[in-house]
């Protein structure tokens, strides 16, 4: 089992600031890392898959980086539609493992 | 585009069981693995089962003995079988699709409460 290590698990920001979140595996899982965003009462939508390409729709200022056993998403100019829940996934290996989820709410 | 329509949640006894389908369109489903995940209201992302494209399974030991996946590729659909079920067992269950680019259908919710 790969495990994950997301960080932080709550995080405070007002509208304009950049924000990143982490995620750390681990074992190496190459690229083969997504990032999600979550809103009460809703499904996970997909923002990112292998580790930094955009899911068609996605803005631009959402963006992810890193291989191996270290991610980041960035988003780099917060909107007031962004405060919700973002999960990172591995899709490496079975079974799929989840971080633990990082809120991010308004400062 | 692709498409992930999950159905039959509703409500059950604890110890009793529910068959979960999922009708897949907008892509070659027999040429993926296939997933089911499941989230608890207000707790994180769970993986639940898994089933390769040869029909191989996986669970994780919290549903195994319990759950059991398949897949029909003729109707394109995929089903968990879910017995002896308990309340923890209460949730959203998505079904996903694998590959290079993971898609997710909108849930159904399964309450288990007597």
């Known amino acids: 089992v790969i495990w994950m290590t997301q960080s932080p698990s709550l995080l405070s920001a007002s509208t304009g600031d950049r924000v990143t979140i982490s995620c750390r595996m681990s074992q190496g899982i190459s690229s083969y890392l997504a990032w999600y965003q979550q809103k009460p009462g809703k499904a996970p939508e997909l923002l990112i898959y292998a580790a930094s390409t955009l899911q068609s729709g996605v803005p631009s200022r959402f963006s992810g980086s890193g291989s191996g056993t270290d991610f980041t998403l960035t988003i780099s100019c917060l909107q007031s539609e962004d405060f919700a829940t973002y999960y990172c996934?591995?899709?490496?290996?079975?079974?799929?493992?989840f971080g633990q989820g990082t809120k991010v709410e308004i400062k | 585009e692709v498409q992930l329509v999950e159905s039959g949640g509703g409500l059950v006894q604890p110890g009793g069981s529910l068959r979960l389908s999922c009708a897949a369109s907008g892509f070659t489903f027999s040429s993926y693995d296939m997933h089911w995940v499941r989230q608890a209201t207000g707790k994180g992302l769970e993986w639940v089962s898994a089933?390769?494209?040869?029909?191989?399974?996986y669970y994780p030991g919290s549903v195994k003995g319990r759950f059991t996946i398949s897949r029909e590729n003729a109707k394109n659909s995929l089903y968990l079988q879910m017995n002896s079920l308990r309340a923890g067992d209460t949730a959203v269950y998505y079904c996903?699709?694998?590959?290079?680019?993971?898609?997710w259908g909108q849930g159904t919710m399964v309450t288990v409460s007597s």
């Open positions: 996903a699709r694998g590959g290079d680019i993971p898609s």
């Open positions: 996934q591995q899709y490496y290996s079975f079974p799929w493992t």
């Open positions: 089933i390769g494209t040869a029909g191989d399974t």
